[in-house]
């Protein structure tokens, strides 16, 4: 399984492209609003500064080949509208976690399931994924039925696996096998 970082993937509305520095301003539109951190294990951003912090991170995780950081950029505006994120690799098992986040503006649009459906398309593609997990919080549900629509299949329950606010948020570990996605895809067209 490859985890370096593609230079572009392409779906239907939304391009995933690499992060970078001009990202950031929109980026920060985006994590900054509580609503759509509510369901992230950090505290939304407050300015500038905390964008950059992240993207200093993230880019240390890609050249250690330990995250893949794409941005979703909607096609209509060319505009970053949210992040993908792929982590947590165990390249010997073809296996990788995926999470996702999308602006409140572009919410119910279509677009964070056209990110999500374009990246399984690479990572169970060129990336070579042989199991692509997600983990949703318990209270997230648009995320879960994000991830039912796209044939994860919901395999149990972390308990209190993260705390945030001094409050502990239940996780739900999500599956898709490249098997399942091939034969799912297939019957679809």
Same mark, same amino acid.
């Given at each position: 399984?490859?985890?370096?970082?593609?230079?572009?993937?392409?779906? =239907?509305?939304? &391009?995933?492209?690499?992060?970078?520095?001009?990202?950031? &301003?929109?980026?920060?539109?985006?994590?900054?609003?509580?609503?759509?951190?509510?369901?992230?294990?950090?505290?939304?951003?407050? &300015?500038?500064?905390?964008?950059?912090?992240?993207?200093?991170?993230?880019?240390?995780?890609?050249?250690? =080949?330990?995250?893949?950081?794409?941005?979703?950029? &909607?096609?209509?505006?060319?505009? @970053?509208?949210?992040?993908?994120?792929?982590?947590?690799?165990?390249?010997?098992?073809?296996?990788?976690?995926?999470?996702?986040?999308?602006?409140?503006?572009?919410?119910?649009?279509?677009?964070?399931?056209?990110?999500?459906?374009?990246?399984?398309?690479?990572?169970?593609?060129?990336?070579?994924?042989?199991?692509?997990?997600?983990?949703?919080?318990?209270?997230? @549900?648009?995320?879960?039925?994000?991830?039912?629509?796209?044939?994860?299949? =919901?395999?149990?329950?972390?308990?209190?696996?993260?705390?945030?606010?001094?409050?502990?948020?239940?996780?739900?570990?999500?599956?898709?096998?490249?098997?399942?996605?091939?034969?799912?895809? @297939?019957?679809?067209?």
């Amino acid at each position: 399984m490859k985890t370096d970082t593609p230079s572009r993937i392409e779906g =239907r509305l939304v &391009d995933l492209v690499p992060v970078s520095e001009e990202h950031l &301003d929109d980026l920060l539109l985006v994590h900054r609003d509580e609503q759509v951190c509510r369901y992230l294990p950090f505290r939304p951003w407050n &300015d500038r500064s905390d964008a950059e912090a992240w993207y200093s991170r993230m880019t240390r995780l890609a050249m250690a =080949r330990d995250a893949i950081q794409l941005v979703v950029c &909607d096609r209509s505006t060319s505009r @970053a509208v949210g992040t993908l994120v792929a982590f947590r690799f165990l390249v010997e098992s073809g296996l990788a976690e995926v999470g996702w986040v999308l602006g409140r503006e572009h919410w119910g649009k279509g677009l964070a399931a056209d990110a999500v459906r374009a990246f399984l398309a690479y990572a169970f593609g060129p990336m070579g994924a042989r199991r692509i997990e997600a983990g949703v919080i318990a209270e997230n @549900a648009a995320s879960h039925r994000l991830a039912a629509r796209l044939g994860f299949v =919901r395999e149990g329950v972390q308990r209190e696996r993260y705390i945030k606010d001094g409050v502990a948020e239940d996780l739900v570990l999500y599956g898709l096998l490249a098997r399942e996605y091939r034969a799912t895809t @297939a019957a679809t067209g």
